[in-house]
């Protein structure tokens, strides 16, 4: 009696520290502020065992985030504020991860809490955090080639001005924090130290002319390769 007494102890306790360990888990992964999603959960998700406790480390986010000297960082909680020759950037912390300064050159990101939410934030947020570095102290660019007879670009003063074979040129504001270089009439290099704000500016460059798939006329990126399609014609017998 005594003994089934405790063997029944025993599975409640089980079962108690079981389902405290999955609601920790689940809370950290959907966040308070993400409930709405816990509704569409995803099949594989629902289940959690003992053993998806062991994610695996993200691969990028191990590596530590290397600072120059030129570059100087201000870490207030999970607010980051990056400042280099080129420019200020800053960057808001989820709290899936946390970031510390190693040394003063080195900056590691850290998992908060073991979830796969987690596990996907390291990663992506160390990347973030090496585009500010690189950003504010080496700078980004991104090319884009125009291609089609007639087509010429030029910048005057702030703004790009695009000859497309529309009845009137295009002419684009070029973005504060940004510059923009012309060669040649058709190859275009935006320039600046947010990775995000100049790859947002191209794509809105790219967008006026996308490259068209039977003669690859249009703009495209300078690495972009265009999969060309065989032409109507060339189907007939
Ligand atoms: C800042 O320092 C890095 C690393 O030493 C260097 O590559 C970069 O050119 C420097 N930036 C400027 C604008 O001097």
Not at 28 to 36: D, H, K, P, Q, S
Not at 58 to 76: A, D, M, W, Y
Not at 111 to 126: C, D, I, P, S, W
Request: with cysteine; net charge positive; proline share 5%.
């Amino acid at each position: 009696m005594l003994v089934n007494l405790f063997s029944v102890l025993q599975v409640k306790l089980n079962e108690y520290t079981c389902s405290v360990f999955q609601n920790n888990l689940k809370s950290g992964f959907f966040g308070e502020r993400n409930e709405l999603r816990a509704t569409s959960v995803p099949v594989p998700f629902v289940g959690f065992s003992r053993k998806t406790i062991e994610c695996k480390e993200s691969r990028i986010g191990k590596q530590p985030v290397l600072v120059p000297s030129n570059v100087t960082i201000t870490l207030e909680g999970q607010d980051l504020k990056v400042k280099g020759p080129l420019g200020e950037l800053g960057l808001t912390y989820p709290r899936e991860v946390l970031v510390e300064r190693v040394e003063s050159g080195i900056l590691r990101i850290r998992k908060a809490v073991e979830t796969r939410r987690a596990n996907q934030m390291h990663g992506l947020f160390r990347t973030l955090t090496d585009n500010l570095v690189v950003g504010v102290s080496k700078g980004f660019e991104k090319k884009l080639q125009l291609v089609g007879v007639g087509y010429r670009a030029m910048v005057e003063g702030k703004e790009l001005v695009l000859n497309l074979g529309f009845s009137h040129p295009v002419k684009m504001t070029i973005p504060e924090g940004l510059s923009v270089k012309v060669e040649e009439n058709t190859r275009i290099t935006v320039s600046g130290y947010d990775k995000s704000d100049i790859g947002q500016f191209a794509a809105s460059i790219r967008r006026w002319r996308p490259p068209e798939p039977y003669k690859g006329k249009g703009i495209k990126y300078a690495d972009e390769i265009v999969r060309r399609k065989e032409g109507k014609a060339g189907k007939k017998k």
